[in-house]
């Protein structure tokens, strides 16, 4: 099996970068043959939306690591893309990157209708941010970069096979209180890296603190917004 790995990560042991080599590691383990783009290191101009693409089937810019990593994509089974959260999405330079090889993902028919050019493949998305589990979800932090590299992948023609998401990276510097809502749909073959992401993950104390907080501040959050008793006036208000 051949993987590639899209690290997003600005950071060299970030924690986008610390998770991405865990995958690593295991798969090479199991015998596959993974490469891994860092993508704070290429080179790419931005797109200028020409559309010039969507006839030529090339980018008419100069050659730069984009046209490479989209060979890189062609090439693998498997795509593991791993980003930060910034501003509710992926972080720039990782966009600028998907924006450029838009032709080597999704074609058009004659009529104007996307072609998915990578239909059979398999893709992970892995996100961090600093907005604290479960406000990452909530409020579309974490979530909102699985919506936009789903929404790529999805329209690729890749089959989205697991999903990563960690919130309070402020808090936690480490692997500790990873989210991680799909694992169970994350392949058979990826069963040790789970178990690895959780021992790294929750075999410190900081995370029982971490949670006794949250799980407070969550509880009080419910209780002021959701959770009403009627008074004897027939009125409703909130839990004093």
Not at 55 to 79: F, G, M, N, Y
Not at 179 to 201: E, M, V
Request: glycine share 8%; net charge positive; aromatic share 10%.
């Amino acid at each position: 099996m051949k993987i590639l790995i899209l690290n997003g990560s600005p950071r060299n042991q970030g924690l986008i970068s610390q998770m991405l080599d865990i995958m690593t590691e295991e798969a090479r383990i199991r015998g596959a043959e993974v490469e891994v783009i860092p993508i704070r290191k290429l080179q790419v101009h931005p797109c200028t939306g020409c559309m010039a693409c969507r006839s030529r089937q090339t980018c008419v810019l100069p050659e730069d690591d984009a046209q490479h990593t989209l060979q890189k994509i062609q090439w693998a089974d498997v795509l593991i893309v791993g980003s930060p959260c910034y501003w509710g999405n992926m972080n720039g330079h990782m966009k600028v990157v998907f924006d450029r090889i838009v032709y080597g993902m999704m074609g058009e028919s004659p009529k104007g209708l996307p072609q998915a050019l990578h239909k059979g493949k398999k893709a992970v998305i892995v996100s961090t941010c600093s907005t604290p589990w479960p406000f990452n979800i909530w409020f579309n932090q974490t979530r909102g970069v699985v919506k936009a590299l789903r929404e790529i992948l999805k329209w690729s023609g890749f089959s989205i096979k697991g999903v990563i998401q960690k919130g309070g990276t402020l808090l936690c510097g480490r692997l500790y209180g990873t989210h991680l809502p799909r694992s169970s749909k994350i392949p058979r073959a990826d069963g040790a890296t789970k178990q690895k992401i959780y021992r790294r993950t929750f075999r410190q104390n900081h995370f029982h603190v971490y949670t006794a907080v949250y799980n407070k501040l969550l509880h009080q959050f419910l209780r002021v917004l959701w959770f009403s008793y009627q008074q004897p006036d027939g009125s409703y208000h909130p839990h004093p």
